[in-house]
């Protein structure tokens, strides 16, 4: 991996094995699209007034060659339980 990759987390101790996740998903990346010159990925779980089941929220920024960048964040209104799990919500954001 050639990306110089940033973790941003918010209310989470981040797993060492999600951070193997998201550094194969961005080997993934690398593959699929060429030349990724920087991502940043940021984690924030639920506030700890929330009930249990709440989305983790997930965004991505991706740097490219020619200042071009990609900006992946969380923005649908409904509610997938799915994203209460932190593995499916970051997957599912680097899957869009």
């Not at 998903?25 to 929330?50: D, M, N, S, Y």
Request: glycine share 8%.
């Amino acid at each position: 991996m050639e990306t110089l990759l940033q973790l941003e987390t918010h209310g989470i101790n981040l797993p060492s094995h999600l951070q193997d996740l998201i550094e194969a998903q961005l080997r993934k990346l690398e593959g699929r699209f060429g030349r990724i010159t920087a991502c940043r990925v940021a984690i924030r779980a639920p506030g700890a007034h929330h009930q249990m089941g709440e989305p983790y929220s997930v965004s991505i920024k991706v740097a490219l060659p020619g200042n071009r960048e990609v900006n992946v964040g969380r923005i649908s209104h409904n509610r997938d339980p799915r994203q209460s799990n932190i593995a499916f919500a970051v997957n599912d954001a680097f899957r869009r």
